[in-house]
């Protein structure tokens, strides 16, 4: 989750065909490290968990996938 500078909204990034989109959300309730989100991601959606500070609306990205 991604907080905009100078305001409270938070955002994801979704991936779909290639790119990303920058989807504002609503949040709920913080359980521990984790917040339940009310809108702005649909179940299924893709959502990037890492590099987020590189990444802009509609840029086109390569999803890597790194056992660890």
Same mark, same amino acid.
């Given at each position: 989750i991604v907080k905009q500078t100078g305001s409270g909204n938070r955002y994801v990034y979704v991936y779909s065909n290639g790119k990303v989109a920058y989807n504002k959300v609503e949040l709920g309730q913080r359980m521990g490290d984790s917040y339940e @989100? @009310?809108?702005?991601?649909?179940?299924g959606d893709t959502v990037v968990v890492a590099g987020q500070s590189r990444l802009a609306d509609g840029v086109a990205v390569q999803i890597v996938n790194r056992a660890e």
């Amino acid at each position: 989750i991604v907080k905009q500078t100078g305001s409270g909204n938070r955002y994801v990034y979704v991936y779909s065909n290639g790119k990303v989109a920058y989807n504002k959300v609503e949040l709920g309730q913080r359980m521990g490290d984790s917040y339940e @989100l @009310l809108s702005g991601v649909e179940n299924g959606d893709t959502v990037v968990v890492a590099g987020q500070s590189r990444l802009a609306d509609g840029v086109a990205v390569q999803i890597v996938n790194r056992a660890e």
